[in-house]
């Protein structure tokens, strides 16, 4: 039992559940719902019972690369599971999930359905053993605008207008530009077991310069239509740094201690940044 429980958490990645609620609260930015039972029972979905289903399933088609992979079996980088523990892994997914579809089905309506219907297609396009876009470079990035579906969430679930179509188009840049720095770190274990990932193809420097691309693009996004200059001032100073990383070490990858490092820092800056995003409603409404 000890196992079990202690899988399952790992299966949810713990070290990404500051970003998972950092995108559940942009909606509700300047809105006082802390009292509000749905708000809780939101937040805690989108960390621990989504998240566990998204990794889960994600690690189901991950056996081979996830094996041999050093980062894997801890909080941060999440669960690396046995064949017979990924067997039992669907149904501690369902067991999990069934509570809350069925509060979400009375607390939202029927178009929670179309939420989840969304859900399953965006994954298993991606984790599908013969045509999964995960090893389908390009496409393997814009499948992280599946991200965006905890936006719509946080929106029905708590009865708050959707967020302005910039902070959309921000929400799916930050999440492939985090995807493809994953995949510039994966990119030995990934390469060793045959996946054509983005950076697999492309190599660790252009794919450091596309990050950066993008980082500029959501800084430019955030100036001109959150009128935020010092979320804009973060993503640019980022945004310029994988350029110069990429021209000093290429090819080079961060050692996983190096690794660890840059996670609990960002954790740190998710979760110290969450109060002020949300005090100013700094992406609910545009500039």
């Known amino acids: 039992m000890k196992d079990l ?25 300047g809105r006082r719902l802390l009292d509000e039972p749905t708000f809780w029972l939101g937040a805690f979905y989108v960390m621990f019972p989504l998240s566990h ?6 690690d189901t088609a991950d056996y081979q690369t996830d094996q041999q992979n050093p980062r894997k079996g801890n909080l941060l980088f999440g669960a690396r599971l046995g064949r017979a523990e990924l067997r039992r892994l669907p149904l501690q997914i369902a067991v999990v999930q069934v509570p809350f579809a069925l509060a979400f089905a009375l607390l939202i309506g029927p178009r929670f359905l179309l939420w989840v219907a969304a859900v399953v297609a965006v994954n298993t396009a991606y984790n599908h053993p013969r045509v999964g876009l995960k090893g389908r470079p390009g496409w393997d990035l814009i499948c992280q605008a599946g991200y965006l579906l905890v936006f719509v969430l946080s929106s029905w679930l708590n009865e708050v207008p959707q ?32 996946r054509r990932t983005t950076a697999v193809v492309i190599g660790a420097a252009r794919s450091k310069l596309l990050v950066a691309v993008m980082l500029l693009v959501e800084s430019a996004l955030v100036l001109a239509y959150f009128d935020s200059l010092m979320v804009a001032a973060f993503l640019g100073l ?29 954790n740190v800056v998710a979760i110290t940044s969450m109060y002020w995003v949300w005090r100013e409603a700094l992406f609910a409404e545009l500039g």
Not at 53 to 58: A, D, E, F, M, R
Not at 168 to 189: K, R
């Open 163 to 194: 967020l302005p179509w910039p902070a959309f188009v921000f929400g799916a840049l930050f999440a492939m530009h985090s995807h493809l720095f994953h995949e510039v770190t994966d990119l030995a274990p990934d390469a060793a077991a045959g």
């Open 238 to 266: 980022a945004g310029i740094g994988f350029p110069l990383d990429a021209w000093l070490r290429r090819n080079q990858t961060i050692s996983t201690d190096a690794l660890k490092v840059v996670f609990v820092i960002w």
């Open 53 to 58: 289903l998204l990794y889960g399933w994600n």
């Open 5 to 29: 429980l202690r899988n399952t958490l790992l299966v949810s990645r713990p070290g990404l559940w500051a970003t998972q609620l950092w995108f559940y609260l942009l909606p509700l930015g």
